[in-house]
């Protein structure tokens, strides 16, 4: 990509907007928009949000020049979305070798529990679960190793969303770079939105499944592999 542009007077955010909007694309909380960030974009964007999320703390009546504990915390708050918990908004897809199925596995392979982190698209609350994948090759299935699922888990849970887009956006990745017979994904998390406002249940899970392929049409094989996912209460 070209350098970023030089009109100094336009927010980087405005700019990564208009080139979004002219391509005709989604810029929805759980969309990756990285390949409309031009080289050096980030860090100002980094600054943007460090200034807007001062506003909020100023409205907020939080006195951070004299309170020592938030005198930074606009910038930690700024990091902390762009770099961390909403990284893969921003950050290109990691890099998956896929490798041809030369000894023509064909049996039920299951991934997990793989920990993920994610945050409510509602209220920027956290969501922490964990995710099994049940896969299905066949002889012309790309495999891919065991790490790179953990990989692609954390690209797509690492934005704003609901657990149920989340899954099926992992799904769809998954079934793209592998092509295989079937493919079964099963998240359970807990939402803070729930724990740490309104209702305050901590206990309280969310259990949401995605079946594709074999899985949907074959009864026993979606048994068997329930059955063995190890979750724990």
């Not at 070209?2 to 990564?16: H, M, R």
């Not at 915390?73 to 041809?100: D, H, W």
């Not at 209702?199 to 026993?220: A, C, T, Y």
Request: charged share 25%.
């Amino acid at each position: 990509m070209s350098q970023p542009d030089n009109d100094e007077g336009t927010p980087v955010s405005v700019k990564i907007r208009e080139r979004i909007k002219a391509a005709r694309k989604r810029f929805h909380a759980n969309d990756n928009i990285a390949q409309f960030i031009q080289p050096g974009e980030l860090e100002l964007l980094l600054n943007e949000v460090e200034q807007k999320m001062k506003g909020v703390l100023s409205s907020l009546v939080i006195d951070t020049d004299s309170d020592h504990n938030t005198d930074n915390t606009a910038r930690r708050v700024a990091k902390m979305y762009l770099q961390e918990v909403f990284k893969g908004r921003y950050l290109s897809g990691p890099n998956i070798t896929e490798f041809p199925n030369a000894e023509h596995l064909n049996e039920l392979m299951i991934v997990g529990p793989i920990t993920v982190r994610s945050a409510c698209s509602h209220h920027f609350c956290p969501v922490i679960g964990k995710i099994w994948i049940g896969v299905l090759p066949n002889e012309h299935t790309n495999v891919i190793g065991l790490s790179k699922y953990a990989r692609l888990a954390e690209w797509v849970m690492c934005r704003p969303q609901i657990q149920e887009e989340a899954v099926v956006q992992l799904a769809d990745l998954i079934q793209e770079k592998t092509q295989p017979d079937g493919l079964a994904i099963v998240m359970e998390a807990s939402h803070y939105c729930m724990a740490w406002r309104g209702v305050k249940d901590m206990d309280s899970k969310m259990i949401n499944s995605v079946m594709r392929g074999v899985f949907l049409k074959d009864s026993n094989l979606r048994r068997e592999f329930l059955s063995l996912i190890p979750r724990k209460g």
